[in-house]
């Protein structure tokens, strides 16, 4: 059972509604007001931000806490990297 779920892409899902729900809850209110996760694929949490200057803003000063807190509550292994983008 476990072989078809993963082949369903099912872990994959519950990994991004298990972070969509805890996100403003894990990070930063300011950020997360500006900033929300869209996606995970292969360990890369893809997360959509609303405006150039919070995307530098982010990954100028933000990046490794945001996935320091990511992996702590995931894993490594679950989130392994972040893909900011402005859209």
Do not use: C, Y
């Amino acid at each position: 059972m476990p072989k078809v779920l993963k082949t369903l892409g099912i872990d994959r899902r519950q990994s991004e509604a298990e972070i969509a729900r805890v996100w403003n809850n894990l990070i930063d209110p300011v950020v997360a007001a500006h900033a929300q996760p869209s996606g995970i694929a292969k360990g890369t949490l893809f997360v959509t931000v609303d405006s150039h200057v919070w995307l530098d803003e982010i990954i100028r000063f933000r990046r490794r806490e945001i996935l320091q807190r990511l992996q702590h509550s995931f894993g490594k292994e679950v989130v392994k990297k972040i893909s900011f983008r402005v859209g």
